[in-house]
């Protein structure tokens, strides 16, 4: 982990739970003089207190660690506001529907925030029968590449893994998707409106400044 509980966090998860010192000190067995300590960070404490100490303030360890405990009141989220982490070691790819803390080789990763496309990372959406044919135009070498691209609707997120060497591009069933997101390894996540245009199919586009005068043309025309 790359940090570890505070007396800050403690003391707030303790308040918020309508605890005394000597309350929580009761449910973890030692005294309410530890608890004092952690609070005021003269101490910390041990290891195997930290899934107690979650335990009595029903979250997890990890939440616990992070200081930021997670509440997700709809589970059914609308999928347009997924969150993808991306581990800065390994390249691995997390998506989440709602809040969540998550760790991968110790680092506690934070949601990757979308920008808009731009003249290096030029996207080319098609519609090729039933599908959306989707191509980044990137290199794809060893040290630079696009890691995945994904389309979601409302209901889904459909996603596909790259690897460098390989084709930066993918075909995702047009059924319900309204945007289109993909991630370099270096600049990371990208995001596209899917605007289809008053014949219903999606445009091509070739740069940031032309596809922005395409939606914004698409925009007036449909209202």
């Known amino acids: 982990m790359n940090q570890y509980v505070t007396g800050t966090t403690i003391k707030t998860l303790r308040e918020k739970h309508h605890l005394t010192q000597a309350e929580l000190a009761e449910k973890l067995c030692v005294s309410d003089k530890t608890i004092s300590k952690w609070e005021t960070a003269k ?55 709602g809040e969540a803390v998550i760790h991968c080789h110790g680092v506690q990763l934070m949601p990757s925030q ?16 039933d599908d959306y044919y989707v191509r980044i135009e990137h290199d794809m070498t060893k040290e630079h590449y696009i890691s995945f691209i994904a389309a ?32 370099c390894n270096r600049d990371g996540l990208f995001s596209i409106n899917v605007i289809k245009s008053v014949h219903g199919r999606p445009g091509s586009y070739d740069d940031a400044g032309e596809r922005r005068q395409l939606e914004a043309a698409a925009k007036m025309i449909l209202g």
Do not use: W
Request: proline share 7%; glycine share 6%.
């Open 152 to 183: 979601l609707s409302p209901d889904r997120v459909q996603m596909v893994k790259l690897y460098p060497e390989g084709a930066a591009e993918a075909r995702f069933p047009t059924r319900g998707v309204k945007k289109i997101l993909f991630y």
């Open 43 to 97: 101490g910390y404490p041990d290891i195997s207190l930290l899934e107690p100490l979650a335990k009595a303030f029903n979250i997890s360890v990890s939440e616990l660690l992070s200081g930021n405990a997670v509440s997700n009141g709809n589970v059914s989220a609308n999928m347009l506001r997924s969150k993808f982490y991306v581990c800065p070691v390994c390249g691995n790819s997390f998506h989440c529907m």
């Open 114 to 129: 979308p920008e808009e496309t731009d003249e290096h990372h030029k996207i080319f959406i098609e519609g090729v029968e």
